[in-house]
């Protein structure tokens, strides 16, 4: 059995000002269309999945970013784990 951890991503590709959220726009793509179950936060996306699955997409989101005319990315990644797993719903069921 797998166990579930809450990755939490926030890119800030070096872009012109104008060309920040059509990147970011591109790491979120990458996000839905991995499959895993994700929430788009104000400043940072949470991912829900295995760990190597969520740091492989991870490493991918610096990729697009660079691809796409970044110059630089700076990212800042929160990884959330405990026994048993941690799932987005136990989190923010309450607030919904």
Same mark, same amino acid.
């Given at each position: *059995? @797998?166990?579930?951890?809450? $990755? @939490?991503? !926030? =890119? %800030? /590709?070096? =872009? /012109? ?6 990147? &970011? +726009?591109?790491? %979120? +793509?990458?996000?839905?269309? @991995? ?6 936060? /104000? *400043? ?5 999945? #295995? ?6 997409? &991870?490493?991918?989101? !610096? #990729? %697009?970013?660079? !691809?796409?005319?970044?110059?630089? $990315?700076? @990212?800042? =990644?929160? %990884? ?5 797993? $941690?799932?987005? #719903? ?7």
């Amino acid at each position: *059995m @797998s166990v579930l951890y809450n $990755v @939490s991503l !926030q =890119v %800030i /590709p070096i =872009v /012109p000002e104008a060309e920040v959220y059509p990147v &970011v +726009d591109k790491v %979120i +793509d990458l996000i839905r269309e @991995s499959g895993v179950k994700y929430v788009v936060g /104000p *400043m940072e996306t949470t991912m829900e999945g #295995e760990l190597d699955l969520l740091l492989g997409i &991870v490493a991918r989101a !610096q #990729e %697009i970013c660079l !691809q796409n005319g970044a110059t630089r $990315v700076l @990212s800042v =990644v929160k %990884i959330d784990c405990k026994a048993g797993g $941690v799932t987005i #719903e136990e989190k923010i069921n309450k607030y919904r």
